[in-house]
């Protein structure tokens, strides 16, 4: 497999070289990936910055068929794409063949969003030259790509939250062109999926500079790509610290920018009484395939189950712990990942009870998973025990009462999801929750798991701190495009000079709002 990294359509070649990792076997994986130094940012980014006015103004035509044309090429790949993203990342060929789908219909998804033109924010204010006291100009206003995106690859979505996945779509979907940071425990893929990009630009035409890849691991490296002056936005999927990194580092340049990172989240699930009274056995079964799903590594996976204590609770506890008993170990994405679930199931140890573990690891690397039970008052007094644990462990909080629940909800930190599970009699309970739960998550669900985000327009994948850094934004779903787009008011311009979006006669046919009317 060719390691060279691509800036900009060459591939580059350096002395410094890194290995993949197997994590099911613990071993190097044959073949050796060029590391890239902050030379390579500097051309990356450059090559970026040179190339995004031309790309900015392509019509929103020409970039959904470059999308459609990236997807194709990902296709293309074939067989190649999912042995070496299995061989890379443990995960199994059907969640890789089903993430790949989930990856190329996001990319078409865009395509067509392109072409519904809602994305350009068109609206237009007409002159009133005769108002009085004083005259009204022409006012018209569009979104323009924000500038270079820096995305970094997820480790636990190879395909979907990584190179061609939902940051670098919205960022090419917007206008804006990308400097990828692959994550160092997938290189193989995202060479590849970088290939297939690099091809869709000159099939379609484009400008080479709008897609580069750096790769090697250390921080230093998304360090100097999120501080370079170029760079305009950045996206971002992984860890609290990581992500927190990443927002102070853009913090403190001369020119602050948005970073737009998913962090962590525990997903809490509130099991209401009447849903327990009627179904705690299947609650307790299904919540388990949620929660080992992947060997966890979801940042949606349900980390924190509230209900009130009883015989209806201990049921739910009995049909999870049984489920649990039989989850068998599966690997984990990477040593580092592996070593600090254990960790935080440590963590979970020293404070909460353990319900029961699953089948023990029979190679390396291989998640067990746990779970856990305490009462509200040791949540309220621990918070360390509602911190995410990335894996296959969760904590059920027995509560006095629903007053309690909702009491200690109110202390959670923001969340990505937060899950109601309803019965006969339980609407007024959940009609109290909702107000505390919209002010902590992104997505409100009822009767069923958080993991599992579809990609579709109304989505939200996002919420307060810490779940991401900007609580108006979703890294899933058509708004998505919006994080990597600003909007621009031209006042009085003569028509010659206004840009198609914004032309009288609508050359582009957008839809307008024009005079406070929806328009096309
Ligand atoms: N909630 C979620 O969705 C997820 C959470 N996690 C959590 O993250 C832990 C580590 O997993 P991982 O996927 O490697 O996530 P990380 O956040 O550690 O790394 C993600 C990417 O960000 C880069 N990065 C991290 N910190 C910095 C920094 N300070 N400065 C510059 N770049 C940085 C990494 O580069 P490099 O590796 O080269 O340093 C990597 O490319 C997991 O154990 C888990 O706890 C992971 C995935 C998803
Ligand atoms: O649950 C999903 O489909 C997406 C989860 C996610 O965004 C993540 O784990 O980083």
Request: with cysteine; net charge negative; proline share 7%.
């Amino acid at each position: 497999m060719d390691g060279r990294f691509l800036i900009a359509g060459e591939r580059i070649a350096t002395a410094r070289r890194f290995q993949g990792c197997n994590p099911a076997a613990g071993v190097a994986i044959e073949g050796e990936f060029h590391v890239s130094g902050p030379d390579h940012v500097d051309r990356a980014c450059a090559a970026a910055d040179a190339a995004f006015d031309a790309f900015r103004e392509t019509s929103p035509q020409a970039r959904a068929d470059f999308l459609e044309a990236v997807a194709s090429h990902i296709e293309a790949i074939g067989e190649p794409l999912v042995e070496r993203a299995m061989q890379e990342t443990g995960l199994p060929r059907a969640r890789l063949e089903g993430e790949r789908a989930r990856t190329t219909g996001q990319l078409r998804l865009f395509a067509q969003v392109l072409r519904a033109g809602r994305w350009a924010g068109v609206v237009i204010d007409s002159p009133l030259p005769a108002r009085q006291p004083l005259p009204r100009s022409d006012l018209r206003q569009r979104r323009i790509a924000v500038g270079p995106v820096a995305v970094f690859g997820a480790s636990n979505f190879p395909l979907a939250f990584s190179v061609a996945g939902g940051d670098t779509a919205t960022a090419l979907a917007a206008g804006c062109p990308v400097v990828v940071k692959a994550h160092p425990a997938h290189p193989g893929t995202s060479l590849l999926v970088a290939g297939a990009i690099d091809m869709a630009i000159a099939a379609c035409g484009l400008p080479r500079g709008i897609f580069s890849i750096v790769q090697g691991p250390g921080n230093d490296l998304g360090a100097a790509l999120v501080r370079h002056p170029a760079i305009k936005a950045v996206g971002f999927t992984g860890s609290r610290n990581g992500g927190l990194a990443l927002v102070a580092i853009a913090q403190a340049r001369p020119e602050p920018i948005p970073v737009y990172a998913e962090m962590s989240s525990v997903n809490p699930v509130i099991l209401l009484p009447g849903a327990l009274a009627e179904r705690a056995e299947a609650l307790g079964t299904a919540f388990v395939g949620s929660l080992t799903m992947g060997s966890g590594q979801f940042c949606t996976n349900p980390g924190l189950v509230f209900g009130v204590e009883g015989a209806d609770l201990d049921r739910f506890v009995a049909a999870a712990s049984a489920a649990l008993a039989e989850a068998q170990p599966q690997v984990m994405l990477t040593q580092a990942i592996h070593v600090a679930f254990e960790r935080g199931v440590e963590t979970l140890s020293a404070g909460a009870a353990l319900v029961g573990r699953g089948r023990a690891p029979d190679g390396c690397n291989r998640g067990q998973a746990a779970l856990f039970t305490t009462d509200a008052d040791a949540v309220i007094a621990n918070p360390e025990l509602v911190h995410e644990v990335f894996g296959a462990a969760s904590l059920v909080v027995r509560a006095r009462d629903l007053d309690q629940i909702a009491r200690v909800l109110r202390t959670l930190e923001g969340q990505l999801t937060a899950t109601l599970h309803l019965g006969e009699g339980d609407a007024e309970p959940a009609r109290a929750l909702l107000p505390i739960l919209e002010r902590k998550a992104g997505r409100i669900l009822a009767n069923g798991w958080p993991t599992g985000v579809e990609v579709a327009h109304a989505m939200v994948h996002g919420g307060p701190w810490p779940a991401t850094s900007d609580p108006r934004s979703t890294s899933v779903g058509s708004a998505a495009i919006e994080r990597f787009l600003r909007p621009v008011c031209y006042q009085d311009l003569p028509d010659a000079l206004l840009p198609d979006a914004i032309r009288d006669g609508n050359p582009l046919g957008l839809p307008r709002l024009v005079d406070g009317e929806l328009t096309r």
